[in-house]
């Protein structure tokens, strides 16, 4: 499995920006791609993660309302679309994936992580 991240930039608060990952090496039918952060002060956390087949969704509470998770089963590509940017949520963004199963949409148990994207938002 081999995820790249990518479309991390600066951007001021309020804005918006939009990350993609670029999935590869395997069919995902049975899995659930996810986003995920991280910060030298933070451990890496859950942002949000959509299940390959179907696309369910689920959000971390600080993201519910600005960030859309979305997929192209067709590109292989999973988005993170992220509106009214705050400084806190600058970090390095993350794609990650695993098998479907128990606690797959509290965004435990994932892995294969790309080099992340760099996102930065200042006020």
């Known amino acids: 499995v081999k995820l790249v991240e990518s479309g991390g930039g600066s951007v001021q608060a309020g804005g918006s920006l939009r990350v993609s990952c670029a999935a590869s090496?395997?069919?995902?039918?049975?899995?659930?791609l996810g986003w995920f952060r991280q910060t030298a002060r933070k451990e890496r956390e859950f942002v949000a993660v959509i299940t390959w087949s179907g696309g369910v969704t689920y959000y971390a509470d600080n993201s519910k309302g600005r960030f859309t998770i979305s997929r192209d089963t067709a590109k292989n590509m999973v988005y993170l679309e992220m509106n009214n940017l705050k400084p806190e949520d600058s970090a390095f963004y993350y794609c990650g994936s695993r098998l479907l199963g128990s606690d797959w949409n509290r965004g435990y148990g994932y892995g294969n992580w790309g080099p992340g994207t760099q996102v930065i938002v200042s006020s």
């Open positions: 090496g395997r069919s995902f039918s049975l899995y659930a």
